[in-house]
Every structure is written in C-alpha cells, then in structure tokens.
C-alpha cells in the first residue's frame, strides 16, 4: 500500500521555501523506516512525488530503526543518535538537518495528513521530553529565583527599618 506525500510537502514547501530548496538539493531520497513494533515502511522522495509504502525497499540509501528509547532521546535532544542509521549516514544527516531547520511545525502537518493518533503520540512525545527537561532544568531556575526574591525581601525590610528610625 502506498500513500502519497504529496500534499504534506506542498505544506511543508509553503511555509519554508528554504526547505524545498534544501530537500531539491538532494533528490532523490529513498529509505527504510523501521520503529520497533511495526513492519518496515519506506519512503520515496523525489521532486515530482513523495510517497510512504507499507513495504521495505530492497536497495535503500540508508535506513533508520528507531524504538521508544531512541525516539524518546531524538525528541528530547532534537538529534537521533547515529546507531539509528544504517546506510549513507550523510545523506541521512543532511535530509534530517534540513527539516529541522525549517521551523515547520511538523505536529499539525502530522495532524492534517496522517490523523490524529500519530499527531497525539507526537504531542505526547514532545511533551513528555520538555516536562522531564524542565524539570531538570526548572529546579535550578526555581530555586535561584527564590533565593533572589528573599534577598530582595531582605533588603525592603532594612529599608524599611532605616526609614522609620
């Protein structure tokens, strides 16, 4: 079974035209997507069509397995780590730093197209990493934030005191 993509990267082409230019660039692209429970699915692009099949292409340029640990880390850190590819790791870099940069919001492209389930998986992914982020990072902030309220607290009450004495 094959699904055009067609539509999801006249999208994607609309709102960045230096993403068309990036992706042109490099045409054709064809590789294997395999996440961990599912069969292999592959993806064609080239400048007249873009299409997802439910088969695995038996020559592709590179391929990517990802299960929900490297997925997870991708989200997370906005990098897939290079044991998920196998193949022209290059071109690979190349296709996924250009849709990164971008700035294309992929969840509602994933929404429109491809329907809700996968966009609320994506959201639940993308939420889950900048939760446990923020909380790494919210702590610090947190804490230094307070320590300079109380300093500031401290300082109106001396104030205060010099004031009324």
Same mark, same amino acid.
């Given at each position: 079974?094959? /699904? ?7 999208? &994607?082409? %609309?709102?960045? #035209? @230096? !993403? ?54 991708? /989200? ?7 044991? &998920?590819? %196998?193949?022209? #790791? @290059? !071109? ?74």
């Amino acid at each position: 079974m094959k /699904l055009s993509l067609n539509r999801l990267f006249e999208e &994607a082409y %609309e709102a960045s #035209s @230096e !993403l068309q230019k990036k992706l042109e660039s490099i045409y054709p692209i064809e590789f294997n997507v395999h996440f961990s429970s599912l069969s292999v699915m592959s993806i064609r692009l080239t400048k007249i069509e873009q299409t997802l099949a439910s088969e695995a292409l038996t020559h592709p340029q590179f391929s990517l397995s990802l299960d929900s640990a490297t997925t997870l880390y991708a /989200l997370r850190h906005q990098n897939i780590p290079a044991h &998920a590819f %196998e193949g022209d #790791s @290059e !071109l690979a870099l190349m296709f996924f730093l250009a849709i990164k940069e971008s700035n294309v919001d992929l969840e509602v492209l994933i929404y429109k197209h491809l329907g809700t389930i996968p966009a609320l998986i994506t959201r639940s992914f993308a939420t889950n990493a900048i939760k446990s982020h923020l909380s790494q990072d919210g702590y610090s902030r947190a804490h230094q934030l307070q320590a300079a309220l109380r300093a500031m607290a401290i300082r109106v009450d001396r104030l205060e005191q010099v004031i009324t004495s």
